[in-house]
């Protein structure tokens, strides 16, 4: 079993590292692969599906969690579900676009300042207080849930899914 800050400790690294290679790699990269890795049109696919399944299980997941166990839990979950409405908007933009367009870049720094913040946001004022009321057999279990939720995801953004409201 995975405790679920593991999971989602895991999701973030992963999808921080797929922003770095978008951020570094060349717009010459952009149709095919390059000779030392994928071409930046590939990650984009592969962050598009990440970041898609990840919201998703927290969504679904996670944000209940946060709702029903922590102190203004409620609060605390609109405003982070806000961010994730904001980050899946330019995640479906950044798919319905070229990684070789010219508007390709200004949207994808948009992107990953948008996703770093509604990480640290997770990572340092969520996290803390949720790991203190969740026992560790909750925490065990909250991760496989997690993870369960992410093999039923959907790939892509979705306009009801993007267009997420707090309520």
């Given at each position: ?51 898609s399944k990840h919201e998703t299980a927290e969504k679904l997941q996670f ?105």
């Amino acid at each position: 079993m995975t405790d679920v800050f593991d999971v989602l400790a895991a999701d973030h690294f992963e999808i921080a590292q797929m922003l770095r290679q978008l951020q570094t790699s060349t717009g010459q990269q952009s149709e095919g692969a390059a000779a030392n890795g994928p071409s930046r049109q590939e990650l984009v696919d592969n962050l598009i599906i990440d970041a898609s399944k990840h919201e998703t299980a927290e969504k679904l997941q996670f944000w209940p969690a946060v709702r029903l166990r922590v102190r203004d839990g409620d609060r605390i979950a609109r405003c982070a579900i806000s961010q994730q409405g904001h980050v899946l908007d330019l995640l479906a933009q950044l798919d319905m676009i070229k990684a070789s367009g010219p508007e390709f870049s200004k949207l994808l720094d948009t992107f990953v300042s948008a996703s770093l913040e509604h990480i640290a946001f997770e990572e340092e004022q969520v996290w803390p207080v949720l790991r203190r009321v969740l026992s560790p057999a909750d925490s065990q279990n909250l991760g496989e849930k997690l993870i369960d939720a992410k093999k039923t995801a959907p790939m892509k953004p979705i306009q009801s899914t993007a267009k997420l409201r707090a309520r």
